[in-house]
């Protein structure tokens, strides 16, 4: 079965630090790898997708993403903190079937 | 583009009351619709996909006598929460697919917060 694990519930940076949300993946065929980010009481917008095209994936906001199939990785990273990228972070794997199965999250918090 | 809605986005009802949640997708047809349940600090959890005009499937574990899903157009699909009992309290996303190339991309809507009393 797929799945992948977000480590972190919570990860704190200063606005205009660097962000990196870890995510690694468990998968038996080559996955199809999300993020999406929830703002609080509303839905999740996608940030970013691999689709086994390129293995570096810009995505919306400053956000960007790579896969590496060797250390079975997604991590999202940001070069620059914004006070509005606060909000939860989630990754997912689709296991076929237009399923997405989903990490814990990750809150980020960003401080002035 | 992609946007979809949920209606309402917030419902309060006495416990064995049912309640109906609306999806809608606003600007493409859907083929597939998702029902997700999200528990304070919690990921979200599928429920149950929705293909128009056949009847839904539950994830393991999701009583389908209890939600009752219609998937009766390509914009629209209805979650009705029958029997409403307080641990059915929860944030009820749903999320429809639009083909981008080779790839269903799954857009979310906003969600409902349900409390049952």
């Known amino acids: 079965a797929q799945s992948v694990t977000q480590l972190g519930s919570h990860v704190s940076v200063s606005e205009g630090a660097l962000v990196l949300l870890r995510c690694n993946y468990s998968?038996?065929?080559?996955?199809?790898l999300f993020w999406y980010v929830q703002y609080p009481n509303q839905g999740l917008q996608l940030l970013l997708k691999?689709?086994?095209?390129?293995?570096l994936v810009k995505g919306i906001n400053g956000f960007e993403a790579e896969f590496k199939k060797s250390e079975t990785s997604f991590h999202l990273t940001k070069p620059s903190a914004h006070m509005s990228d606060a909000a939860e972070y989630f990754c997912?794997?689709?296991?076929?079937?237009?399923?997405?199965?989903f990490g814990t999250g990750t809150r980020l918090l960003v401080s002035p | 583009g992609a946007v979809v809605s949920q209606h309402p986005s917030w419902v309060i009802c006495k416990s064995g009351t049912s309640v109906k949640i609306e999806c809608r997708s606003l600007?493409?047809?859907?083929?597939?619709m998702f029902w997700y349940r999200q528990f304070p600090k919690q990921s979200l959890m599928l429920m149950a996909t929705?293909?128009?005009?056949?009847?839904?499937?539950?994830e393991q574990g999701v009583e389908k006598d209890k939600f009752l899903i219609n998937h009766a157009s390509l914009t629209l699909s209805t979650l009705t929460v029958t029997s409403a009992h307080p641990e059915d309290s929860s944030f009820y996303i749903c999320?429809?697919?639009?083909?981008?190339?080779?790839?269903?991309?799954?857009?979310f809507g906003p969600g409902t917060r349900l409390l049952v009393l």
């Open positions: 997912a794997v689709s296991p076929g079937f237009q399923k997405l199965v």
């Open positions: 600007d493409f047809q859907a083929t597939t």
């Open positions: 998968s038996s065929v080559p996955p199809y």
């Open positions: 999320s429809a697919t639009n083909r981008q190339g080779a790839v269903e991309t799954q857009y």
């Open positions: 929705s293909n128009e005009g056949s009847k839904a499937t539950y």
């Open positions: 691999y689709t086994s095209a390129a293995t």
